[in-house]
């Protein structure tokens, strides 16, 4: 009974119940798409990763997770070093440098080499660099930019030419020559990382326990264990943005429903005050105004959902940014809401309840 | 006029109702007994306190002094939860205005009187017979705005006597109603004190209806003046 009086209540005013889910699912879906684009964005970054074709990643003392930048290490520790300990076959030394904020950016490597760990590159259109002012971008890249073989891009202040572009998920968005990049950014001879491939997997462990003995102070990670660990919670911007945004999610259902029922418990008074009458106690009030509040709230996280896909199918249409749809976060988006809208019941219901039946009888 | 089995034992009643600075005087040593199975009449000028003592008896609002006993509740000594519990299984209301919820049907607004009252799972084999003394059987899935003032208080009646309360308070049943549905209501309140036994009180402005009551008491400035 008491959802069928909020549902009529619901019902007899449509246009505050519509205007109050549509508010309280703003912020739903706004916190869905930004953990939708992380997610599509870190798992794109993971794939990428693996797309290198190699078995470890070694990175100099001192670096951290993801800030890819600078070029501490003395790249012939490649060559006379991490190329003649047993079992690797391959090692290849990268300089990364992030353009544009793009996450895995741009990477200068040799390209030979890179192909013949990763099992060749893929060129869409064009080919290899020729020239040391040449890149080579991938397709998400390309589309973004419209670039196509011959186009001028300028990147880190330097006029690049685009020579190939090449099928995306591997490694960068953008690769260019290793030694033009050294040279761009004043590291002539020094790299950013080293990824070495193995004559077979399953000497990974015994490689990589015999390098940290070592390289005590290095970071060695498997590529297993690097793909892990791209992870929302590892990127601190990232996860300190998303709690901005719920956040701001949390206030909104707070004060979208604060004030809905507000203006619903003065427009209703004397209602209540019939239902004081009929013997309503102040908690059967209290509850009828907090279960439309979860109705609205519950009515705004679906209509939230319901919106992150029409963003999600406008972003996958017109910004080539993957971005997914993580029904894991549907339940926790549910709960925030529900959580506001309880508190923003608070006030209103107890102001409800606490309504003198004579007063509120005589209300008009 | 003193009655030790009176279903409603009034003595010394005063309500006074602080506005601003100034104390209003509503009741001022007010005695009233009515007994069980009794229909009483209650007329008076405006503003001699009526609807105070029907508020006090049903309720709504705690005596300032005097003492009050409503079916073996002593009011004096009740809390806001004890008052809520009196009005939902004790008394039951009719007002002037109506008063059903406008959103739900007429049904509705009945089965929310029941709901209240934790009543809903019990059947009720006698209240459709109720629904067909009252006329209104046809009348129960439209909501208050398409029904007439006389079928809107002939729901508020059904709605006040679902819960088969001791006492039944009508405050101007009829003041809203023309004389046909005026003469309808106060024949279904005869019939109900008849039929049932249903102890009723009843304001109102107009010397005919009063006489549907077994007694009439007259009220002024806060005290009742005259039995009849
Ligand atoms: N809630 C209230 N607050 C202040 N004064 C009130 C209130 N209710 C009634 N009164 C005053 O008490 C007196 C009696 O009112 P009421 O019981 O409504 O009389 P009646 O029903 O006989 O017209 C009036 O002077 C009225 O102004
Ligand atoms: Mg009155």
Same mark, same amino acid.
Do not use: Y
């Given at each position: 009974m008491t959802g069928k009086l909020v549902l009529e209540n619901l019902k007899h005013r449509p246009m505050r119940s519509l205007l109050s889910t549509l508010l309280i699912g703003v912020p739903v879906t706004l916190i869905l798409t930004l953990v939708g684009l992380s997610h599509g964005m870190i798992n794109d970054s993971a794939r990428r990763t693996q797309g290198i074709g190699a078995h470890i990643i070694v990175r100099p003392p001192g670096s951290s997770f993801l800030?890819?930048?600078?070029?501490?290490?003395?790249?012939?520790? =490649?060559?006379?070093?991490?190329?003649?300990?047993?079992h690797v076959q391959l090692a290849v030394g990268v300089v990364n440098q992030p353009v544009e904020g793009i996450f895995l950016g741009l990477t200068g490597v040799d390209l030979e080499k890179f192909s013949q760990m990763s099992g060749g590159v893929e060129y869409l259109e064009g080919g290899p660099f020729r020239a040391s002012d040449d890149v080579i971008v991938d397709d998400y890249y390309a589309s973004q930019h419209h670039l196509h073989p011959g186009d001028a891009v300028r990147l880190l202040n330097t006029t690049w030419r685009v020579s190939g572009v090449f099928r995306g998920g591997k490694l960068a968005h953008i690769i260019v020559p290793i030694d033009s990049l050294q040279q761009k950014i004043s590291s002539t001879g020094k790299i950013s990382q080293i990824y070495l491939k193995l004559d077979n997997p399953a000497n990974i462990p015994a490689v990589m326990q015999d390098l940290k003995k070592r390289l005590p102070d290095y970071q060695i990670y498997s590529m297993q264990e690097m793909t892990a660990l791209y992870n929302v919670n590892n990127v601190p911007l990232l996860s300190g943005f998303i709690g901005v945004v719920i956040g701001v999610g949390v206030v909104i259902g707070f004060l979208v429903v604060s004030l809905s029922m507000y203006m619903a418990v003065?427009?209703?008074?004397?209602? /209540?005050? /019939?239902?004081?009458?009929?013997?309503?106690?102040?908690?059967?009030?209290?509850?009828? /105004?907090? =279960?439309?509040?979860?109705?609205?709230?519950?009515?705004?996280?679906?209509?939230?959902i319901g919106m992150s896909f029409g963003a999600w199918g406008l972003i996958a249409a017109f910004v080539p940014i993957p971005v997914e749809i993580v029904t894991s976060w549907w339940p926790i988006a549910a709960g925030i809401t529900l959580a506001g809208a309880s508190f923003g019941a608070l006030y209103p219901g107890l102001r409800a309840a606490r309504h003198d039946p004579i007063e509120a009888l005589a209300y008009e | 006029m003193s009655n030790a089995q009176g279903i409603i034992e009034v003595r010394e009643l005063r309500k006074v109702y602080r506005v601003g600075s100034v104390d209003v005087l509503a009741l001022r040593g007010l005695d009233l007994t009515v007994n069980a199975g009794e229909f009483l009449s209650i007329v008076g000028p405006s503003g001699s306190g009526k609807s105070t003592l029907f508020h006090i008896i049903g309720g709504l609002t705690p005596p300032t002094s005097g003492h009050v006993r409503v079916a073996d509740h002593d009011l004096a000594s009740l809390t806001d939860a004890g008052r809520t519990r009196l009005r939902k299984q004790t008394v039951g209301f009719v007002f002037q205005k109506f008063n059903l919820l406008p959103n739900l049907t007429a049904r509705d607004n009945i089965a929310v009187a029941r709901h209240i009252a934790g009543m809903d799972q019990k059947p009720d084999p006698q209240f459709e017979e109720i629904l067909r003394l009252l006329g209104i059987a046809s009348r129960l899935d439209h909501k208050p705005n398409a029904l007439s003032g006389g079928e809107q208080q002939r729901i508020a009646i059904a709605r006040a006597i679902?819960?088969?309360?001791?006492?039944?308070?009508?405050?101007?049943?009829?003041?809203?109603?023309?004389s046909e549905n005026s003469c309808a209501v106060l024949g279904i309140l005869r019939n109900l004190n008849e039929r049932l036994g249903q102890t009723i009180l009843m304001i109102t402005h107009n010397p005919e209806a009063a006489v549907y009551g077994h007694h009439t008491v007259h009220m002024r400035d806060g005290k009742i003046i005259e039995r009849t």
């Open positions: 800030s890819l930048s600078g070029a501490p290490l003395d790249q012939r520790i =490649v060559d006379n070093f991490f190329a003649r300990q047993p003065l427009q209703r008074t004397r209602e /209540i005050g /019939i239902l004081k009458s009929l013997g309503a106690s102040n908690g059967f009030i209290l509850r009828m /105004i907090w =279960v439309e509040a979860l109705a609205l709230g519950a009515g705004g996280t679906l209509l939230g | 679902v819960n088969r309360p001791a006492i039944l308070l009508a405050d101007e049943p009829t003041g809203n109603l023309d």
